[in-house]
């Protein structure tokens, strides 16, 4: 991989992380020489985490960050324009009968749909994610991944998802990834890049961990579980090793690097717990929509559901929120 | 032998979404019996107990509505079936619970069963009875028939353990509703065995869903929840019930008013309260070319 583009990202890491970069050999001896991941460790640690109880105004406060982290998605065969507007105006404004709930970071759509979302969100700060690279199984040719991504920039995304060669990885090609992201990553232009590992067809936390380090080596911006379209999709010990991961980015570099976990959110107790995490984990400066986000969809009614409740003193139900 | 045998005594769990969890709030509270014998601890449900319940009955709502009333028929029918196969076990506990003689209470459980049977072959005629073809003065057809309400919140008798308790859930569920039941608090013994009954018959779960403990202490919660459509006062702290018909005004639920003193449930019911919890939906059809 004596590709020119790896100069670029070179620059500014730390003379160990540069070095890892240099070839494909360097890369792969750096990625598996990360440390392990202790199975049992995380999974018992995520856990523990999960049974802290979060009440009251600290829970009011969770949601309303819960809201505000929130890229509502829709990735369905059966999106139409209609359907991206409703979703757009339901960003704009999630709970009509109380305008002090805070909008979410961002729509999330598929790219032939990016134009719709842009127009429906102008003059907002809610962005416009787009998926790309052949998702969700991310099987084509590179040139058509470049093409997809680039037709969603050119649309007006802000955000995009882009999903990893799986099979790339797990076959051990990390050279040919690496040069796939960089590349995206250029074809982004000012656009975030958020990397998709689907750590459902990752199987290990190890193999997890080697593949948050190589989109942040390649200049991931946001690494992000999983499609949704793959079982299982986000739990809280994958997602534990992924903020380990920018935790430590940031120590050895400085950077910033964000999380979304995405897939399987459904419920308010869920999100808290991942709040929960993310603040042990990498800490409370990525308690932040610009550091992580929620990749979900029925979350956003569950969450003005119980926010509902708390304000109102009573358990409130699916009949006052909007149904998408 | 038998002498020297160590009793077991029971700890009870509820029914909710056709699993037995023990209570959100871990407590249970001790049973006894009408002078005052230790027969078995029962779980306490709490509010969050209450909320969960609500959550399996709306999920179970779908489904059960949309069976074809024959077929909840035939559903309900084989829980009778099912009743009758532990009837010894409910003689015994509805005798210990309400203090009756063993004949009084074989008859209070074949009244039970009897009802229930009688609410099952309801299920396939209520639509004939309460709906109809309305006459219209112009090229249209206007039907009315019923529709369930939707999740029934319930608080059975205190002192009718059983008859009581399948009078006042038979109805909810036959209509096709699905109903989240406080039982009797002092006297909950048949309505676990029925819950018991209700997870081994076909009965989907989550279409009823049984809540034993204090009805004092879940009752607000369910009146004023807003996923719940209608409430049965039936068995409710005559204290709180102006204020829970308050509360569940704020969501327009229907409330089936009950007058404080039980009725004598042996007597044969009529429609009423299948009617309580149906709703009328009138649809006009232009008549076809």
Redesign the interface.
């Known amino acids: 991989m004596a590709t020119p583009t790896t100069a670029r990202s070179g620059e500014g890491l730390p003379p160990e992380l540069a070095d890892a970069t240099r070839d494909e050999t360097t890369l792969r001896r750096f990625l598996h020489g990360l440390p392990g991941v202790d199975q049992v460790g995380v999974e018992q640690r995520a856990a523990g985490l999960a049974t802290r109880s979060i009440k009251k105004a600290s829970k009011l406060q969770a949601i309303d960050m819960a809201i505000a982290m929130v890229d509502l998605t829709t990735l369905e065969g059966a999106d139409t324009p209609g359907k991206v507007r409703s979703l757009c105006a339901k960003a704009r404004r999630p709970d009509p009968e109380r305008p002090d709930v805070p909008q979410v970071a961002a729509v999330c759509v598929y790219p032939d749909l990016v134009a719709t979302a842009v127009e429906a969100l102008r003059g907002t700060p809610i962005g416009v994610a787009s998926v790309a690279t052949a998702f969700p199984s991310g099987r084509a040719a590179r040139e058509v991944k470049l093409a997809d991504v680039k037709q969603a920039v050119a649309a007006g995304a802000s955000e995009v998802d882009m999903v990893i060669d799986r099979g790339a990885f797990l076959s051990g090609r990390y050279g040919l990834l690496f040069d796939e992201i960089q590349a995206v990553k250029a074809a982004c232009g000012d656009a975030h890049l958020k990397v998709i590992l689907e750590t459902g067809e990752l199987v290990t936390y190890d193999n997890v961990r080697r593949a948050s380090w190589l989109a942040l080596l390649a200049g991931g911006d946001f690494i992000k579980t999983s499609t949704g379209k793959v079982s299982p999709a986000a739990t809280l010990p994958v997602t534990h090793v992924m903020l380990q991961a920018v935790h430590d980015w940031h120590k050895a570099t400085g950077q910033l690097r964000g999380v979304k976990p995405a897939g399987g959110i459904r419920d308010t107790k869920t999100a808290v717990r991942y709040l929960v995490a993310v603040n042990e984990v990498a800490g409370p400066r990525w308690l932040d929509p610009k550091l992580f986000r929620f990749g979900a969809s029925s979350l956003l009614n569950d969450l003005l559901m119980q926010r509902?409740t708390q304000l109102e003193?009573?358990?409130?139900?699916?009949?006052?929120v909007t149904v998408d | 032998m038998s002498e020297n045998r160590l009793g077991i005594a029971k700890t009870y769990k509820l029914y909710v979404g056709g699993a037995f969890p023990r209570s959100e709030s871990g407590r249970s509270y001790p049973v006894n019996d009408s002078k005052g014998k230790f027969l078995a601890n029962a779980a306490q449900a709490s509010r969050k107990d209450a909320r969960e319940a609500v959550v399996a009955a709306r999920k179970a709502f779908p489904k059960w509505s949309g069976a074809t009333a024959y077929n909840r028929g035939q559903v309900l029918y084989r829980v009778a079936e099912l009743m009758e196969g532990r009837r010894e076990q409910f003689v015994t506990e509805v005798a210990a619970s309400e203090g009756v003689q063993t004949r009084r209470a074989q008859s209070l459980v074949d009244s039970a069963i009897d009802r229930w049977v009688w609410y099952a072959g309801w299920t396939d005629k209520i639509a004939t009875v309460l709906g109809a073809a309305n006459p219209v003065a112009g090229p249209y057809f206007s039907f009315t028939v019923p529709e369930p309400t939707g999740v029934v919140a319930v608080f059975a008798p205190q002192e009718s353990s059983l008859l009581g308790l399948v009078s006042v859930v038979a109805p909810v569920i036959a209509s096709g509703n699905t109903a989240v039941v406080v039982t009797s608090k002092e006297r909950p013994l048949p309505s676990i065995t029925l819950s018991e009954v209700l997870a081994t018959s076909d009965v989907p779960g989550g279409v009823v869903n049984i809540l034993t403990g204090s009805a004092v202490e879940l009752a607000p919660w369910l009146a004023s929840h807003a996923d719940v459509n209608a409430l049965d006062l039936t068995g409710a702290p005559t204290i709180l019930r102006a204020e829970l018909e308050r509360a569940a005004a704020g969501t327009v639920k229907r409330v089936l008013r009950a007058p404080s003193a039980e009725p004598d449930w042996t007597k044969q019911p009529d429609i009423s309260r299948l009617r309580a919890y149906l709703e009328s939906k009138t649809v006009w059809h232009p008549l076809g070319v």
């Open positions: 509902r003193g009573h358990y409130s139900g699916p009949d006052y």
